[in-house]
């Protein structure tokens, strides 16, 4: 009997696709982000990202003023980052100008960027766990530590997250008296917070469920979609570009790069954790090696203060870094003037998220928020 | 066992609710407006124009070199006039817009004669959204003692170099201060 009804009433509950708009405004989309998902029940069938409501015109901008005008600007693409957004600026255009960076303010440069590493990893992690569920507690236990990060940056730079710090050919000032000891003091405390998170988290079954194998993402495919930074490490592939370009004074520090297996969320986020642990080995030896002198170099600093009279040789430079997110870089065309000509940022969030399709589908919707939440996105910097 | 895990992630929470009463580390916010964080000297929020001793003596002597430099262009500076029309060395008007400025300090790196900085104060909401946030010459003057008082390594080390200035200016021949000739465009 039973068997005859599910039979028969099997046909009418094949249901309808609907097609479900989640964003711009809401609250797990990491910012004004919008998906366009087409839904079979609650299973994904096709998600369509939708981009551009934050769009400021950055490229634009930058065209019109002076070469040094555009650094603050880098600051607002990813707001959490804005110290390697700044670097790999300065990168681009030193390349084209041809300056040299004084050894001093060249560990300063990697002391901020690992620690924004740092900052972006924790606030990720936190992140993604809201995007699980746990509301609220493990973000306010990771931007406990993110903030003494944060105050760091303050105290240095003058703003926690605007920094504004770095200038062709160096850094704009020197570090303030006990920087270094306070400093040392939050990579000495790092380690017992990571094994709390991972205590809270790693082994949690909870998340091993919702995260493992899901959103998988493939060597080949990440690899063709030019995915960078620990989403392309967790699938599996030995690729940093502090390993690869050398760029800076990296190819001093001993550090490994930390790589997943499958490929899923779990993998993402578990990447990120190790990732965090080879950046306190790196900071702990630039500490070390941190010796005294200039932070900027003459021709650096004449520019610095009167950037309007600033000129770039005629050519064209590509700048890039790791940054937290992926592979950051910065296309810079000049045609000998006070301001570029063009200028492009290759934004790691940006195509990282073009994948996000593939990932998703055949989850279902909820698995949708964490995929696009181990993805690591800042909406800034995705739309410009 | 299935659920160890969760325990133990539990016990992590269970220890910092507990944390909030008993260690000095466990409540890491302040209650602000009551309570504040101490001040980071070199931190900055707004553009601040300083004088010496006289309020309408403002050291900004209107090159325009920060209007032309600001990155959002949200400085408007007119010079003034004496009598017979010729331009003075100090602003009439000097307007910076707060709803534009983005805090960058840029203006204050690039003013040759070490008139504008950065402020501390960032507690500058206001009702009205057009005149408020618009600031007049006058708002925007601070004692240079007020500079002192917020920022006190940089302002040992910019009187010293102003010091070291005035006595190279007072020994040329000519005292005018021959940085204000070159830099004016
Ligand atoms: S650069 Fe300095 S002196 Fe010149 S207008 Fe601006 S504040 Fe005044
Ligand atoms: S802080 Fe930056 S944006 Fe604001 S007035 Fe100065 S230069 Fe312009």
Not at chain 2, 14 to 23: L, M
């Amino acid at each position: 009997m039973t068997n005859t009804i599910e039979t028969q009433t099997r046909p009418s509950l094949s249901t309808q696709q609907l097609e479900v708009s989640i964003g711009p405004q809401h609250p797990s989309t990491h910012g004004v982000f919008r998906m366009n998902v087409v839904l079979d029940g609650e299973t994904i069938v096709k998600l369509k990202p939708v981009m551009g409501y934050l769009h400021r015109n950055h490229e634009q901008l930058a065209e019109n003023m002076s070469w040094l005008g555009s650094m603050p600007y880098t600051d607002r693409l990813d707001y959490f980052c804005s110290m390697t957004n700044n670097i790999a600026y300065a990168l681009a255009v030193e390349k084209l100008m041809g300056i040299d960076v004084p050894e001093r303010a060249q560990y300063i440069r990697v002391i901020m960027a690992e620690l924004t590493r740092l900052v972006n990893h924790t606030a990720l992690v936190g992140f993604l766990l809201n995007d699980l569920g746990a509301f609220f507690t493990p973000v306010l236990y990771a931007f406990r530590e993110r903030e003494k990060i944060l105050d760091l940056f303050e105290s240095v730079a003058g703003s926690r997250m605007m920094c504004n710090y770095m200038r062709f050919g160096g850094v704009k000032l020197d570090l303030p008296d006990g920087f270094v000891d306070c400093a040392k003091a939050i990579v000495d405390n790092y380690p017992p917070f990571l094994e709390e998170m991972e205590r809270l988290l790693t082994k949690n079954e909870i998340l091993m469920a919702r995260c493992q194998n899901v959103g998988i993402l493939l060597k080949d495919l990440a690899v063709n979609a030019s995915v960078t930074g620990p989403v392309l490490r967790a699938s599996g592939v030995n690729y940093d570009i502090r390993k690869i370009d050398k760029y800076g004074i990296y190819d001093r520090f001993d550090f490994k790069v930390p790589l997943g297996t499958v490929g899923d969320v779990y993998d993402r986020y578990y990447v990120r954790i190790l990732e965090m642990r080879e950046s306190l080995k790196i900071l702990r030896q630039a500490f070390k090696e941190l010796s005294a002198g200039p932070v900027i170099s003459q021709k650096g600093l004449i520019a610095a203060k009167s950037p309007r009279n600033m000129k770039v040789p005629a050519g064209d430079a590509y700048g890039r870094i790791e940054a937290p997110k992926g592979e950051l870089g910065f296309y810079i065309v000049s045609e000998g003037g006070t301001k570029p000509y063009r200028y492009h940022v290759r934004a790691p969030s940006f195509i990282n998220l073009t994948i996000l399709e593939d990932m998703c589908l055949g989850h279902k919707v909820a698995d949708a928020i964490i995929i696009l939440g181990s993805i690591d996105i800042v909406l800034g910097e995705v739309d410009r | 066992m299935w659920g160890t895990g969760v325990l133990k992630g539990m016990a992590v929470t269970i220890k910092n609710f507990f944390d909030t009463y008993t260690s000095k580390n466990g409540i890491f916010t302040v209650e602000y407006p009551e309570k504040r964080l101490p001040e980071k000297e070199r931190f900055r929020n707004f553009p601040i124009l300083v004088y010496d001793e006289k309020p309408e003596e403002l050291r900004c002597v209107a090159c325009d070199i920060c209007a032309k430099e600001c990155p959002p262009k949200c400085i408007t500076i007119v010079k003034a006039k004496d009598a017979q029309g010729k331009p003075l060395k100090q602003p009439e008007v000097f307007d910076i817009d707060f709803t534009v400025c983005m805090n960058c300090g840029i203006c204050e790196e690039t003013c040759p004669f070490d008139a504008i900085y950065m402020d501390h104060e960032f507690e500058l909401a206001e009702y009205d959204r057009m005149d408020a946030l618009i600031y007049k010459k006058e708002r925007l003057s601070r004692p240079w003692t007020h500079f002192e008082k917020i920022r006190p390594t940089d302002a040992k080390e910019i009187n010293e170099r102003r010091a070291k200035d005035a006595t190279k200016t007072a020994a040329a021949v000519k005292p005018a201060p021959p940085q204000a000739s070159n830099q004016q465009t």
